[in-house]
């Protein structure tokens, strides 16, 4: 099947379509009294690809969990895809979802269901979400599968299959329902180190063929070989950002000295 046969009519559903993939303005986000990000603002362009680094606990997976809104924020807006987050979406599930189809997400520990083969994780949310029929879905499944060179797993259940080829599966499976944007949080900090290279030449391909990504990591050469920009958390906040060389040969605030002598 190829890739560009499924489609979805996006443009009746959204209030405007430009180059900016994700726009972030003056967003804050408590947990309960605690204000995690402060004032996060963030122009995201198509094609991008962004590493986001920073200290344990200095916000970077809360940030992109308001992306697609596994996280709610209280203030400023984030528009994706142009539609936007709004703080008070509580009763708007409809938005929610749109985003949601639109954005990818690949986390740490893989999160596939561990009761369905991995074709049956790759084809569920195509079935139910975006309403395809099942034969239509497994093969645009095996399509991803191949390209993550793991099609003969499709009929295994992710425990049969190692850390690195179950991440490539949740690849694969973000993948399935075409989405604009991927997010990744740290997807190879749970991998042995003779795995995590796979996952990541998976990234490197999917950046070369001009996905959007915005990758939490602190694979520093994947950086480097990757992204056109690196930012820096830190309690909260963007400290710093800047192409990959600048950031990390000319680093400008001391926080992000002291990290990158701790990281590197
Ligand atoms: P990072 O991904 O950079 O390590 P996180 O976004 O996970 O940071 O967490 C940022 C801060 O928010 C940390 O201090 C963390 O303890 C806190 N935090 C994360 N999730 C929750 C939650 N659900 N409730 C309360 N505090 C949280
Ligand atoms: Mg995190």
């Known amino acids: 099947i190829s890739a560009g046969e499924f489609t979805v ?65 209280q203030k400023g807006s984030i528009v994706v895809d142009g539609i936007e987050l709004t703080s008070d979406l509580a009763n708007d599930r409809r938005r929610i979802y749109e985003v949601r189809r639109e954005v990818g997400m690949v986390f740490q520990h893989f999160n596939l269901f561990p009761h369905l083969t991995i074709l049956q994780n790759c084809t569920l949310a195509p ?30 259940y992710p425990g049969q299959l190692s850390g690195g080829q179950q991440q490539r599966v949740a690849i694969a499976r973000a993948l399935c329902m075409k989405p604009r944007v991927m997010l990744f949080d740290e997807p190879t900090s749970a991998l042995d180190p003779e795995m995590v290279k796979e996952v990541l030449e998976t990234m490197v391909g999917l950046a070369e063929e001009g996905m959007t990504m915005l990758c939490v990591t602190h694979e520093m050469g994947f950086a480097r070989k990757v992204a056109n920009r690196v930012i820096f958390m830190d309690k909260g906040q963007i400290v710093e950002q800047n192409t990959p060389d600048e950031f990390f040969d000319n680093p400008q605030n001391e926080r992000t000295k002291i990290f990158l ?4």
């Not at 995690?36 to 680094?53: A, T």
């Not at 239509?136 to 295994?156: G, N, S, T």
């Open 127 to 156: 079935i139910s979400t975006r309403k395809m029929p099942r034969k239509a879905a497994e093969e645009l499944a095996m399509h991803f599968l191949e390209r993550v060179r793991i099609p003969e797993q499709a009929h295994k």
């Open 261 to 264: 002598s701790q990281i590197i």
């Open 9 to 73: 009519d996006a443009s009746k559903m959204k209030v405007s379509r430009n180059d900016i993939a994700v726009e972030i303005i003056g967003m804050h986000k408590w947990y309960n009294d605690f204000n995690v990000l402060k004032d996060i603002n963030l122009k995201v362009m198509r094609g991008e690809r962004i590493v986001i680094c920073g200290p344990s606990g200095s916000g970077k997976s809360t940030m992109i969990r308001c992306i697609n809104r596994l996280e709610e924020h």
